[in-house]
């Protein structure tokens, strides 16, 4: 395929200079912002807080100060508990959810669901943490709902702790659920569920022969998504989590405001770490069981 | 659903469905419904209807000035997107090169760096260079977020339109530039509509990022609506949010009646 532009009268010179016009700007516009900031952040990292300000002397304590105190682990802790509950809400609605949006027949309802999952992502966190403020709210409709059905007799708090901020994260995240299972769903051959029911099988059947296993993929890439955008996560525990929902990203946020930027810094890298660690390692998992399941052909 | 008409699975995942829609639209419908609630602390049910909060949002400086500075970010840094990220598309999807699968892996590395974790680098680095504080520091952060957005939707639509017409064109004696803007952009409009869309919301909704490089009193429009709920929590916050669902409803309608002819169609019909 490459000759296809080298065969021009100009070359193999003409098309390095067009390759370096085409791909420069934007590779060094993101080595400019991206990389260099990232490797501030890191030498930062090893930087010396006396307690009002950082000095550029190397040492490691902010790293020490991370890994011993045992409060930073039980922050690491919740917060992959949080993703973790997060990713599996997620996954347990969101795959009915795209499997009901193939089983659609009229074209306009079809439009009606993807506005109705999809369309939330078009509003900001921001707006949507207000929205679960209003209805889980000590006089909002859940509270005024259970009481009306005489449920509880006093309000129950759902705000500012885990509960909450688990709703809204499930929420915010269900849209990057149901995506890649539904555009793996709508790539399955429905011959072969035909195909499955010529040949006898009941519909539970076909589908946890047929359709399951070939959904895997998108189940896969739907779980490592959500798993990473929960762990990224930063206003929905900010806004609704009350303090009592520590995290990564809050903590990152709070030491760069107070000054302490080597604690950021080393914060910064362990959820890079963590996260690019969880998805190489869910990668390689994949690769293996997908192989697996090609032996078993 | 399905072919019978009481058939109990299909009318399972009818309720379903239902339920989900009902749960992922409550928290908006009642954002909405809470812009005219008079209550201060956005009790239900509403004790009345009032208008007070929406004429609230014109008074907060720190919205209007957010607004504009939104506004201005959002288009500078869509179009800095559009323009690094197209080039780089076409790169990609016309030309072999060696490693390009990396150059392509590298252009995508935002979506894989945790925002937050690149507004505090972002921070270190702007409070060094002077973009602190300024817009061109967000225009610059804001395209960064939305060029894999870009990058990924171009190269994909690049890829579905074949290099035919183009070599024609240059067959012809076209030569590459007057080829790109006569033949190759008609027929990637539609992604690049998409990405630009992308772009823009990426941009509109940012938060983690614009955190750390906006001045107090010269914020993005979510980062003022962000310090206000940390501050106040009254329904002016609801009836901004009202406005810009109302925005959001704007574009989808928008992105639907441009995506309906095309992609709408085929993936009704694969079902």
New interface residues.
Partial sequence: ??P??AA?PRGARG?SL??T???G???V??AA??L???C??LV?SAYHFTGTQVQPTLTFEAYRHFFTDPFYAGVVWQEIRLAVTTTAICLV?GY??A???????R?GW??A?Y???F?????????????????L?R???VN?ALLRLHLVAAPVRLLFDVTGVTV?LV?VL?PFTVFPILSVL?RTD?ALREAAADLGAT?LQGFFRITWPLSFPGLYAAAQLTF?LA??A??TP??LGGGRVQVL?LL??EN?SDLD?PL??VE?TV??VL??AT?LGSNLLFRRRLATLEDRR | MSAAPRDPVAVALWVFLGAVGVYMLAPLAFVAIDSFNPSTYGTFPLSGLTLRWYQNVLQVPDFRIGLQNSFLVGIGATALALVLGTLAAYGLARYRFRHRDLLRSYLLLPIIVPAIVFGAALFLLYIRVGLYGTLTGLVLGHALLGLPFVISITTASLQTTGREYEEAAMDLGANPLVTFFAVTVPSIRTGLTVSALFAFVTSWDQVEVSLFITRPRNNTLPIAMFNYEQNYQDPTLAAISALLIAFAVLLVLVAVSILKTQEYRRLVQRE
């Fill in positions: 395929m490459s296809t532009y021009t098309r067009a390759l016009g085409l791909l700007p934007a590779t516009f993101l912002v991206l260099v900031a990232l501030i952040l930062n609605v009915p959810t499997y009901a949006i193939t089983k659609i027949r074209p079809v439009i669901a506005i109705l999952i369309s939330p992502l078009l509003t900001s966190s921001i707006v949507r943490a207000y929205g679960w403020l209003v209805v709210a006089g909002g409709l005024w809204a929420h269900l709508l429905p519909r990473v762990m990224n930063y206003v900010q806004l990203p990152i946020y760069i930027w950021a810094a910064a959820l890079i996260v690019w998805m």
